[in-house]
Structure formats: C-alpha cells, structure tokens
C-alpha cells in the first residue's frame, strides 16, 4: 500500500464515540487511490446486489451489470440452477452478454463466436484447429457465488464468509410480517448523479436531518419528532412515524403506521411504505461519478386504480430524488473545497451515517 493511501485512511479514527466522531476526510470522496481500494475491498469481497430475481426466474434467464469496473453475468442454467459468472470472454476478453436481460440457450460471443453453455463451459472455438496446449475444459467462464433473497440477486466476487441471509440479517426476519417477496415489480427509474457513490449513501444515512429542509412535500407525512435510526451489524433502519399530510397525492401513497429505510452496507437501500417498496442501488461509475436504480414494486399491479396509485407513488419518490440529486452533485463539488476536510455528526440523528464510516473503513483497513 503506498504512503499517499495508507496516509488517507489513517486520518480516520473509527473508534471515537458519536459525540466525539469526525466523517471520512474529503480526499476518500474523490481520490483515485481510495476508489481502486473500494472497488477491490468492498464491491469485490462482499455481497453485492445486482438485478431482480424475477429476471433469473426461468431455465435460461440471465441478467448482466456491470459492478465497480466488473461486468458479471448471471444465468439460471437448464437444470435451474442459478449461476453468476465474469462476463469477459476467455479468447479476448469481450463482454460474452451485452443485454441487460434476456434469455438464451447458450451463450455466445458476438466477437468472434466462442460459444459457452448455460454452465459456463466453453463448447464453440471456431477456427482453432491445431492450437497447442489449449484445452476448452480449462477456458470455462469463471464463476463467482451468487444467492437470491426474496426479490433481490447477490453475488460475492470473493470468499463469502456468511451466507447472504446472514449477511442481510436482521432484515428478513424484521420485515417478515410485510411478506416483501409478493410485492410485484412495476417499473425502473434511473438518475446519474455527479457525485461519489458515498455522497448518496451520506444523504439516506442522516437519520431524516434533511427532511424537512430539503423535501417539504415528503416532510408532511413523516412525524419527525418519532424519527429513529437503529444499527445492526452490517445494515440500519430509520424508523419514522407516518402522519396525515396537507398534499393529497402524498397523503394517498405514503399510508400505514410508518416508514422503513433500510441501508444495506455498503450500496442498497430499502424504503417501506403500506404497499410500497423502492430500492435505491447506487452503484459507482468511477471516483465521482455513480447511477442510482429505483426499482418500485407494489401489492399491486393490474387495473387502472392500482396502475394510478403507483404511478403517483413513483412520482412523489422521483420528486424526492430530484431534491436529493441537488444537494448530492453540490456536496461532492464543496468536498472538493480547499477549506473542507472533515465534519462533525449530529448525535441526535446521524449515527446511521457514522456507522457507515466505520463499516467502511474497517473493511478498508483490513
Ligand atoms: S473475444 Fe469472445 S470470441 Fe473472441
Ligand atoms: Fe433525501
């Protein structure tokens, strides 16, 4: 590790009380050094989301992502086994997948035609007669762990040291009685924010500290007094009291007794309302740059009434976003400040975002 990086992450001290805590230096929000570790650390050694199960339900479904710089490929292989590989072709690296999603019988390179089964096996090599030493049972797709929960598809890169439900835990069990698995998907959004992944993750993580100054319409529905962030092992919840609100459009799709935000570390968010479900998974394009996925899902899903409630539903949560894409893109442009290096928490509300810091830098450190 060289001197600039190992500098960088020893001018953050984990270890202070709340009260006492300082947030990561700047420099780790845009700092090319920083990035490669991330990429290395985190999105390449823990359990990392990557698409819906729905997608990879059938024999032959597959889904692609590209996740930190690493194109991955997961395929449910004819025998319904599901299978998550590096999509980088073993002849010259091309991508053997480039749709998004879809469904095939074998996977085929569109380079120069090398074909691989659903298994990852390479079967096709035309033209490579009279090759030396070159054996297709040794140019097989290269394969990475990947487990479903529910709605959500995980691949580990690494060696997973706990299954996803551990790793997830406690959520599934906390959110049992919301029987999330039968919420159906109804549609995608997606929003490139000129920050750093982290910035993103900062801003859900503030325990509702910017509620009520930046989202005034959601702040109607949300009883701030009640507002409360608990943090488990690897993921939080804010909890906040639901109460009527003065916007009817918010006040039809933001019912029940409360919201859930759930953080998964380090990149997936989980929003609960009555009926609803949005994931926000920001994933990074680089040290400054990241693409936020809402992908919303509802009890609901056919016939006119349902279709108008959700629409309304994901109006108000891109309403949401586009107010949180402001502060986002202004925050990563003041990180870079001359003046700025680190803040201060708010013990009342910001012990979501300092666990953040601290999960982070310690898989960092490690
Ligand atoms: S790169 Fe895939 S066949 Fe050549
Ligand atoms: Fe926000």
Redesign the pocket.
Known sequence: MSTHLTQLLDAFDPTLPLAKARTIPSGWYFDPAIYALECEKIFGNTWQYVGRSELVAKPGSFLTVELAGQPILVVRDEKGTLRAFHNA?R????Q?INEPCGHATKLR?R????TYDLAGRLRGTPEFDGVEEFRKEDHGLPTMHVETWGPFVFVHMGAPKQTLTAWLAPFPAMTESLDLPKLQFFGQRDYILDCNWKVFVDNYQDGGYHVNTVHPGLAGALDYSGYRTVNHETNSVQISPIKPSDDPIVNKVRTGTHAYYWWMFPNLMINLYQGVMDTNWVIPLGPDRCRVFFDFYFTDVEGEIAKRFNEASIAVAHQVQLEDIGVCDEVQRGLKSRSYDTGRFSVKREAGGYFFHQLLARMLKA
């Open positions: 072709c002849h010259r690296a091309a053997v390179c380079y120069h035609g090398w």
